[in-house]
């Protein structure tokens, strides 16, 4: 079958972290925008493990699992998930990965059309892509 690149953003990075596990073999690469260490790590910047059974989007957890090509980008003004969420993601991460950090980008705004990061994220993308993803004949 053709390979599959999951995208997860925010709190989606979670579900396109474990659909790129279920997926198996057929996962070429994932790509996370904006993505949180957790959900509950967004709102308390402290590790309160009381906390931690409550927290079903745990992303360091795993991500842990992934064996595939990663490519994390984050705004280093996000205003909702801190960049470092973002570093610390690419900094656990083992195996093949790029990271792009969006001077000035926040957590809505990266993808807005003709606004000031859209053609980076795309054009980063799409670098990402063409060197992790091998081409389909159609």
């Known amino acids: 079958g053709l390979p599959i690149v999951f995208y997860g953003r925010s709190l989606g990075s979670h579900m396109g972290i474990t ?3 279920d997926a198996g073999n057929a996962t070429a690469a994932v790509v996370l925008e904006s993505a949180p260490l957790s959900c509950i790590s967004t709102y308390v910047n402290t590790p309160l493990v ?7 989007f745990v992303n360091t957890r795993v991500l842990a699992r992934l064996q595939v090509p990663l ?3 984050h705004g ?7 960049a470092e969420h973002g ?3 690419c900094n656990i991460y083992h195996h093949n990965k790029d990271c792009l950090w969006v001077q000035g980008g926040g957590h809505n705004n990266l993808h807005d059309p ?7 994220i795309v054009h980063k993308v799409r670098e990402f892509l063409h060197d992790h993803v ?4 159609p």
């Open 19 to 21: 659909a790129a596990l």
């Open 50 to 56: 009381r906390w931690r059974p409550l927290d079903y």
């Open 134 to 137: 091998a081409p389909v004949d």
């Open 87 to 89: 570093r610390h993601l």
């Open 76 to 82: 280093t003004a996000d205003n909702l998930v801190p």
């Open 114 to 120: 003709g606004g000031p990061f859209h053609s980076l």
């Open 71 to 73: 490519l994390v980008i």
